[in-house]
Structure formats: C-alpha cells, structure tokens
C-alpha cells in the first residue's frame, strides 16, 4: 500500500472531437518523441464533465519517466494540443476540443503557479480521473491526498456514466 511514486508523473489524454480513438494515438506518438512512457491506463468513454456537449469523451493517461521539470513539461503538452488542432478560446471553462492533455500528478510535487497547478486542481471532482490514476498506480496511498485512488472514487460528488472503451 505504501508505494512510492516521487519521480513518476500521470498525464491524462482526453479528446471528443472527430476520431477520438486516432486522437488519442496520434498524441500519444507524438508525446513518445520526448518521454518514456510506463503504462497506460484503459481508455474511458464518458459524457462531457463541466459542459454541455453532444460529443462522448475518450480519456485516458500514462504514467511517464520525468525527462524534464513540469513547467517544461506543460510547455510540451499544449505545444503538442496546438499542434494537433487544438483551438482555445478566451471564454471561461470547458469546450469541446481535439486533444486535452493535463498534467494530474508529478511526484508528490505540489506546484501552484499561475500557470500550472499540481496535483491538478480537479482530480478529487472528476471520477474519469481518479479511474485513470487507479489503473496507473493501484492502491499506492496517494501522498498529496493521503488516500488511494479507490477511497477517492467511493468520496467522490461525480456520478457521471463511464465505462471502458472497447474500440
């Protein structure tokens, strides 16, 4: 139960526009090009958390070997998000998007910068996230949450409807 994880990081992959599942493999070969990747956690399908969309989502994450400091490291990500096609806009919250890659943990570091929060704000309200660190780490006690990945489904608010993508 006691597994430490300090140098290992957890980034979500989540996408519902056009083809979600070549999306999720493009970015995935193109996140090759600069880490190690570990492990990978099963894909899951689920409604849009935070918005309203007629578009299922497919999430998922891989555990990945640090190869450099998470600010560098969400410079890789939206380098990657832009590169696929990924349009941002300046309203507030969620929109539907092509790639969405996060960073949900990095280590047992907490950073909190404008820019970039970890342990990602929203881990403990969105159960897609939580599913993907429990594939990724098992019951290791989470140390920035003192709780593992299943304690944290059971306390969870979200109720959305996710199951596992078969395609």
């Not at 880490?35 to 299922?56: D, M, P, R």
């Not at 989502?57 to 990500?77: D, H, Q, S």
Request: glycine share 6%.
């Amino acid at each position: 139960m006691d597994y430490n994880y300090t140098n290992e990081i957890v980034i979500s992959l989540g996408t519902n526009l056009g083809n979600k599942k070549d999306n999720l493999e493009k970015a995935i070969s193109l996140l090759k090009v600069q880490l190690e990747i570990v492990k990978f956690s099963n894909i899951y399908e689920s409604e849009a958390w935070g918005f309203k969309s007629k578009n299922t989502f497919l999430n998922m994450g891989i555990l990945v070997n640090p190869t450099f400091n998470a600010l560098k490291l969400l410079k890789f990500l939206k380098h990657i998000e832009i590169s696929m096609g990924r349009i941002f806009n300046n309203k507030k919250g969620y929109s539907d998007r092509i790639i969405d890659l996060d960073i949900l943990l990095y280590g047992d570091q907490i950073i909190n910068t404008p820019n970039l929060k970890i342990p990602h704000v929203k881990i403990a309200e969105r159960k897609f996230s939580i599913l993907i660190i429990k594939d990724l780490l098992g019951e290791s006690l989470l140390p920035i949450f003192k709780k593992t990945a299943s304690t944290m489904l059971l306390e969870t608010t979200d109720r959305s409807n996710i199951s596992i993508f078969d395609g």
